[in-house]
C-alpha cells in the first residue's frame, strides 16, 4: 500500500515535473520571444542614433572642410595683401624721397632767387625767398646768414639779424664767415 501511494506521489510529481517543464519551455520561449523584441528594438534604435551620428560626423567634417578652405584663402588673401602693402609702401617711399628731393630743389630755386633779389637790391622781396628757404630746410646756415646780413645792413632790425647770426653759429659753428658772425655778435 505505501508503494501504491509512493507510485501515485511519483506519478503526481512526474506530472507536476512535466508540467513544470512544460511552462519553463514556454517561459523560455516568452522569454526568447521578448529577447528577440529587446534585441530588435536595440538594434532599431542603436541603428538610428548610428545614422543620426554619422550624419553628425559627416555634416561636421564638411563644416570643417569648409572652415579649412576658408581659413586658406584668408591666408592667401593676407599673403596677397601683404605683398600688395609692401608695393605700396615702397612706392611711398620713392614718392616721398622725390618729394623731399623737389622741396629742397624748390628750397634751392628760392634761395637763389633771394641772391638775385639782394643783388638788385629788393631786400623785402629777398628776405620773403629766404624765409621759404628755412620752411622747408629749417637748418639751412646760408640762408639764416643771408637774412642777418639783410637786417642787419639794409633793414636795421639787429635783434632779428642777432636771431639769425646766432642760429647760423648753431649750423654752422666752423663755416668760412664764423669768426666775422662772432665778432659782430660781440
Known sequence: KQ????KSQVISLEKK???AEKDLDKTKNRLKTVSKRIEGKLN???????KKLEKKLSSAKNYIKL???ERNNYLTKTVEYKKSLNRTLNELSKANQKNR???????????NLGVILTEQKRFREALREY???L??????AASHYNLAIIYDEYMKDSKKALEHYR????IAPQDKDSQKVRKWII
Open 44 to 50: 532599431t534604435k542603436f541603428k538610428k542614433g548610428k
Open 131 to 133: 624765409k621759404k628757404v
Open 135 to 140: 620752411e622747408v630746410k629749417p637748418d639751412d
Open 101 to 111: 628731393r623737389l622741396k629742397e630743389e624748390v628750397a634751392d630755386m628760392h634761395y
Open 67 to 69: 572652415v579649412e578652405e
Open 17 to 19: 515535473l512535466l508540467s
Open 167 to 170: 642760429t647760423y653759429l648753431k
Open 3 to 6: 508503494v501504491k501511494s509512493y
